[in-house]
């Protein structure tokens, strides 16, 4: 069911909001960076219409973000505050609209414990750049018109795993988009690649959710 809005095109905080899960392997460098930078940047957005989360395929249990993510934050302006390790379930994978890996193995153990997320889960930098590249020649209010899609930020993102399936081969590149770098235990070098690849894919979400007028 569609989210109300409140007047002012942000989401009503009573409303289930769009619940997006970032995926690495430890929970600990790649996917709390990734969940931290993409709730703010979506918080500028659409105040209150995202709830963003993330797990690790192999993380231990409730061991902080690593300090070279935590300094990557800071320096964006976003906190690192109550990120803590957990492992990856079918449960979370589940209560996920969207789920954002860092590697392609990551979705192999995705789908291994919930084989109904295959259709919405994505390497991040795949997603970001299939969302941008559709929208070069295609108008996307009009697809998710034709697609009877309501103009709700629910309703948009319920609906583009099935419009990505249809429209995300025209633009693939002739390779695939790269796994995020994995930094763990790395020099500060390793985070700023990391980052350097995280970021561009958060920015062009953004980006994407932006261009709708609520």
Known sequence: MPAPLAHDGTADPAARPVRILTVCTGNLCRSPYAEAL????????????FVVSSAGTDAPRGAPVDPG????????????????????????AGEADIVLVMAAQHAHVVVDE??????????????AHQLEAIGRDRDWSRLFAAAGVGDDVVSR????????????????????PPDVHDPVGGPPRAFARMAAEIDPAVERIAAWEAGFPR
């Open 69 to 92: 993510s935590a300094a990557l934050l800071a320096d964006r302006g976003v906190s690192s505050a109550g990120l803590v390790s957990r492992r990856l379930t079918a449960g979370l």
């Open 114 to 127: 919930l084989p109904a997320a295959h259709r919405r889960t994505f390497l991040i930098t795949a997603f």
């Open 38 to 49: 993409l709730r703010a940047r979506l918080d500028e957005v659409r105040p209150g219409a």
């Open 157 to 176: 993102w319920a609906a583009l795993p099935d419009i990505l399936a249809v429209e995300g081969p025209r633009v693939r590149r002739r390779r695939q």
